[in-house]
């Protein structure tokens, strides 16, 4: 399977690139460190979702995207860090966190439609 032609995969390059931008608007104590987990996580879901769709079982994909699933969540936590010390966030935090609630449905929709392709 072709990752580049998944929606899921598009998206989760734009969230990584949005990601990346967002610390450049960050206050300079809040971009090391947590950013960087930040960054980290986000690269983790696109990357995931390409290994998994390259590796040419839908258990294989599975897989990976379960490891997708969890970085999505640990993005997620650390949103939710960044709000809890009231790190000013802006158009562009929510804009992450609602492409992060997107691409973590997908991720979910599709494990289910490659399991129901298993039984």
Same mark, same amino acid.
């Given at each position: 399977?072709? /990752?580049?032609?998944?929606?899921?995969?598009?998206?989760?390059?734009?969230?990584?690139?949005?990601?990346?931008?967002? @610390?450049?608007?960050? =206050?300079?104590? /809040?971009?090391? $460190?947590?950013?960087?987990?930040?960054?980290?996580?986000?690269?983790?879901?696109? +990357?995931?979702?390409?290994?998994?769709?390259?590796?040419? +079982?839908?258990?294989?994909?599975?897989?990976?995207?379960?490891?997708?699933? $969890? @970085?999505?969540?640990?993005?997620?936590? /650390?949103?939710?860090?960044?709000?809890?010390?009231?790190? =000013? =966030? $802006?158009?562009?935090?929510?804009?992450?966190?609602? @492409?992060?609630?997107?691409? @973590?449905?997908?991720?979910?929709?599709?494990?289910? +439609?490659?399991?129901?392709?298993?039984?």
């Amino acid at each position: 399977m072709n /990752h580049k032609k998944l929606d899921l995969w598009q998206k989760s390059i734009k969230l990584a690139g949005d990601t990346f931008r967002y @610390s450049s608007i960050l =206050p300079a104590e /809040h971009r090391f $460190g947590l950013l960087d987990q930040m960054q980290r996580a986000a690269v983790s879901i696109a +990357s995931n979702v390409a290994e998994g769709a390259a590796r040419g +079982s839908y258990k294989e994909f599975i897989r990976y995207l379960n490891i997708a699933a $969890g @970085s999505a969540s640990e993005l997620d936590t /650390h949103l939710a860090i960044l709000r809890e010390i009231e790190v =000013p =966030p $802006g158009e562009k935090l929510d804009d992450i966190q609602s @492409s992060l609630t997107d691409i @973590s449905k997908m991720i979910q929709g599709l494990i289910k +439609s490659l399991k129901r392709r298993l039984e």
